[in-house]
Every structure is written in C-alpha cells, then in structure tokens.
C-alpha cells in the first residue's frame, strides 16, 4: 500500500519561500498522477498544482501561477512543491496526494502546516 509523508512546512514571511516534499513508499510514482492540495481554515481544500500520470499536463490555481512550481525525482520516489513569494492567504495546510492510474485509487499524505505571517 502506497503511503505519502509531507515535510518541510513551517512559520515564514511574506515574500520568503518554501519547498514541501512528499515521500512516498510502498510502491513506485513513476506512473501515478501527483498533486498538491491545501485547506484554509473554514474552507474547503482545494489543488493547487497536479501533473497526471502521463506527465503531460501540470495545473495550477490561478492563485499560485508563477510563484509555485512542482518537480519530482523518481530516484527519490519523492515529489516537491517549491513556493516562492509567499503570501498570508498561502496559510494553509498543505496535503500531497497521488492517483494510481490503473485502479483509480487516490492516496493522501498527512498534511503540513504552512504559516506566512510577519
């Protein structure tokens, strides 16, 4: 069974960066769908970026177009979440997740906290 542990969150100004990781075991990424996720206090949780298991198409929250980027190393069998330019409303708490393309089934990690505040 495919598990998924995220780090790498904490307390930062605004204006400063992040990179959250999500390391999976249990089985292999390389063919799964990938993704980052967050949930804001009162709202509901929402993606932020995610790549299908083809590779071929990334998205982004319009919220987070040119300050978040994604990557992955496969050697790893870990996924990123680089976040430049931080800004209060990112508070939130950060969830990766990944979709086996085969069965459909989608896997969570446990979530980190992310706090911009000065």
């Known amino acids: 069974q495919l598990q998924l542990v995220e780090s790498g969150g904490g307390l930062v100004q605004p204006g400063g960066s992040l990179r959250l990781s999500c390391a999976a075991s249990?089985?292999?990424?390389?063919?799964?769908?990938i993704g980052w996720f967050r949930q804001a206090p009162g709202k509901e949780r929402e993606a932020v970026s995610c790549?299908?298991?083809?590779?071929?198409?990334?998205n982004f929250a319009d919220s987070v177009k040119g300050r978040f980027t994604m990557s992955r190393d496969n050697a790893k069998n870990t996924f990123y979440l680089q976040m430049n330019s931080l800004k209060p409303e990112d508070t939130a708490v950060y969830y990766c997740?990944?979709?086996?393309?085969?069965?459909?089934?989608?896997?969570w990690g446990q979530g980190t906290q992310v706090t911009v505040s000065s």
């Open positions: 790549i299908s298991s083809s590779g071929g198409s990334r």
């Open positions: 249990g089985s292999t990424l390389d063919n799964y769908g």
């Open positions: 997740r990944s979709e086996n393309p085969y069965s459909g089934t989608y896997y």
